[in-house]
């Protein structure tokens, strides 16, 4: 249904099919995952986009063959880029 895997717009991880998150209404939200997204609005409106990078890297470091280290510096080049933290203020 979605296709190729996706990134999550907010945490940087791969979203799998079955866990995007929800829009006010009800369908499931093309962009985030549940665990960042649901119901149309942000799990932890405030947390700094580093605090998510450490905890997507220590994610990324059980799921994978990837040192938190090596984890740590490709998301701090990728969160700029997702849309939620791209934001020109
Ligand atoms: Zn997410």
Request: glycine share 6%.
């Amino acid at each position: 249904m979605w296709g190729a895997s996706e990134i999550c717009q907010s945490c940087g991880l791969v979203v799998e099919d079955d866990k995007y998150g929800t829009n006010p209404d009800g369908t499931f939200s093309e962009d985030y995952c549940s665990e960042c997204y649901e119901e149309g609005e942000f799990n932890e409106p405030t947390i700094q986009m580093e605090e998510l990078i450490e905890r997507s890297a220590r994610k990324m470091c059980e799921d994978g063959n990837i040192s938190e280290e090596d984890a740590k510096r490709k998301l701090d080049k990728a969160f700029p880029r997702l849309k939620r933290w791209n934001d020109t203020w």
